[in-house]
């Protein structure tokens, strides 16, 4: 089935076993709630790390049945999201939620060489689908939230990761747009280069599985009027299933102007770890975080 929404995914997961999702320091309402509604929603079945008075109190207020998750007692932030690393490295897990503790303290513990969840040269990178109301179908983005300034190798991965995402919801061979601030190649430009280079590697299989097509500036790549306007022919622009951004600032302005203008809905993970990492803000929506959760469990091996 090709998810056209995101409201989508939960009938796909509905078809598929039930991943375990184990979230850390889960003391909050909107984790509490995403995670339930996941439960109820039958995608997920669920382990929360905390404090159990505090989770308890939550699951009181907001009338939610606490005897459906395992409850972990942990009342420290840190130590909670090291307990629900190590139930996944147990096999006692298949994604790592993060719950109300900071970014950097949930990615400290993820990146610890010795307890934590990366592989050996991997990259980590957050890779966000949107759904926005202007546009003509799902938006697979990426990196709006953890390399600042990717370089070559990285921009590959974090292409990959897109091009992964995409072939999840159902596209078969995903148009990957690589963005800079022009269509031409433009040698003073870094951007416009590797985006160059990444095209090329698209057309001689290096990079499999997807349509590459770059240097692309925005307009371009989200219209097919500008791409007509501008005589630029190409698969990929006007209809573009994947961005790629040249810098965290790029990727993170443009994230938050769907959301904040445009009103788009988001699912949001980390790829790159032994398992999918769901990386909200803590101010998100319920509805935001229940998304990111089914977009990891459509993603979980």
């Not at 990146?111 to 991997?122: H, I, R, S």
């Not at 003509?136 to 974090?158: R, S, T, Y």
């Amino acid at each position: 089935m090709a998810i056209q929404k995101l409201d989508d995914l939960f009938e796909v997961l509905r078809s598929k076993p039930r991943k375990r999702l184990v979230a850390a320091y889960a003391n909050d309402a909107h984790t509490i709630e995403a995670v339930a509604a996941a439960v109820q929603a039958g995608i997920v079945e669920a382990t929360l790390v905390g404090d159990r008075d505090t989770i308890l109190k939550v699951c009181q207020e907001q009338k939610v049945d606490a005897s459906q998750f395992e409850i972990v007692q942990e009342s420290v932030d840190t130590k909670a999201v090291a307990a629900a690393i190590s139930l996944i490295n147990e096999g006692r897990g298949d994604i790592l939620m993060k719950g109300l503790v900071t970014t950097d303290r949930y990615m400290r513990g993820i990146l610890n060489k010795e307890k934590g969840l990366l592989p050996p040269k991997a990259v980590l990178s957050h890779v966000t689908v949107l759904q926005i109301p202007t546009y003509h179908k799902l938006l697979v983005v990426g990196d709006v939230a953890i390399i600042p300034a990717p370089d070559f190798n990285q921009k590959m991965a974090i292409t990959n990761y897109l091009i992964t995402i995409a072939k999840t919801l159902g596209i078969e061979t995903p148009k990957v747009a690589l963005l800079a601030a022009t269509e031409q190649v433009s040698t003073g430009m870094p951007a416009c280069v590797e985006a160059a280079v990444l095209s090329k590697m698209g057309d001689r299989g290096q990079i499999q599985g997807a349509l590459l097509e770059g240097p692309l500036a925005l307009d371009v790549a989200v219209n097919a009027e500008a791409a007509k306007i501008k005589k630029l022919t190409s698969q990929v622009a006007g209809d573009a299933d994947c961005l790629l951004f040249p810098n965290i600032e790029s990727g993170n302005v443009f994230f938050k102007t769907c959301t904040k203008f445009a009103k788009a809905e988001l699912g949001a993970m980390v790829m790159g770890a032994k398992v999918p990492c769901i990386l909200t803000s803590r101010g998100d929506s319920v509805k935001s975080k229940m998304y990111s959760i089914a977009l990891a469990a459509n993603a979980a091996r």
